[in-house]
């Protein structure tokens, strides 16, 4: 993306919807980060399993049948695509957008996704089935998944769905798309979704991303587990860049934005939340093999500082990625301390931990909502610096007249992105 010369023709933010562990709705969210409240705490179903960590942030309180009409579609659709299409909801209701105000042809939707794994006890019966005398026989599974499994299973998974439910909901009959890479799908879902606006492809898109990472199954699979030290102090759990993190605390959450041109926002009457000036991408195959001074990481973030080239003064602060992990918070605290040294940093993820696609927009949320408000929300569980990070983390809430910021996320497979961004 370029910076334009017709601020008729910037790429807007006009509408958030945000299905997130501290809050659904803007309102609750932003009450939360204002009271500097935790979404991580004791999941009862990991504490029967006998889970090492049994902590997470659950969503609390979700109804998916207040957001997704007709409610016989929740039978089609797994836990994250609720959540997508119920923050596309909030989003669209937020944004007073309402269907004739946009050609539908001239809608696009880009989400971000994960693979969607599917919840233990669908499979359960089908992995019995496969057991003879206490083993369990893969050949066997041909035999039993089809008439074990529920007829329309398939589709509650496709981690397109997403995309696919949003579109249908909002009517909308252009260009539609799915990424699903990791932690930086949804960050790379909003550079997509502006791209189609630029190229004149739509004039409105809805862009989101949803993920959950807290269920068994893709634990499972990853052979991970989050972090243990603080398995009973859950809120203490996720301490991005501090000192004491002992591994990344695991969320689920969704958001959605509702992206324009300025001209068709203001025409529509609607409220901007702020404006994106540019997303910067790159790859890195390796982040802990190529912690260097030219990192990939560095290079993004130097990039991103260049669309504040004209107004520097404008730079409130950096939305990091934060995992919590210690090699990577420190890969990624270097970089910063390297281009940014001086830049206030904040990691929303201390609120809720990772949320896997879903993450890099709820995080973009949390930047623009408070920042509309003149201020930058503390990190959680900054006690004590960790010397490998040297970074000026916001350890308190930070009032400020500034409303640019930038974004950084990564995955763990090496996708790298940076996005500039002025609040409203």
Known sequence: MQQLADPQEDIVISGIGVVSPIGIGLKAFEASLQNQQSGVAEIPSYRTSSMPAPI?????????????????SLKVMCREIQTGVSAAALAMSEASLERGQVEDERIGVVYGSDMFYCDTYELEGVFRSCMKGGKFYA??????????????????YLPNM??????????????NNSITLGEVSSLLALAEGASLLEREKADLVLVGGSGSLIPMTPMLHHRDISSQGFANTPSLAARPFARGRDGHVYGEGAATFVLEKRKTAIVRGAKIWGALHGVVRAFEPNLKAHDRPQSVLGHVLAKGREFFARKPEELSHLNAQGMSRIELDAI?????????????????????GQLGAGGSLV????????????WVPATLNQKEADPACPIPVTKTQMTTDKRGFLKLGFSTTGQVAVAAITAE
Do not use: N, T
Request: proline residues 9%.
């Open 332 to 352: 990624e605290a270097r970089a910063i301390a390297r281009e940014l040294p001086e830049l206030p940093v904040f990691a929303p993820s201390s609120y809720f």
């Open 162 to 175: 997403a995309a696919c439910h949003v579109a249908i909901a909002a009517g909308a009959y252009g260009p």
């Open 363 to 374: 995080e973009i949320a949390a930047s623009l909502v408070s920042l509309s408000k003149g």
């Open 56 to 72: 997470g942030a659950e969503l609390k309180d979700f109804q998916p049948k207040l957001y997704i009409k007709p409610r016989k």
């Open 139 to 156: 050949d066997m599974w041909d035999e039993h998944s089809l008439k074990d499994l529920y007829p329309l299973w398939m589709l509650k």
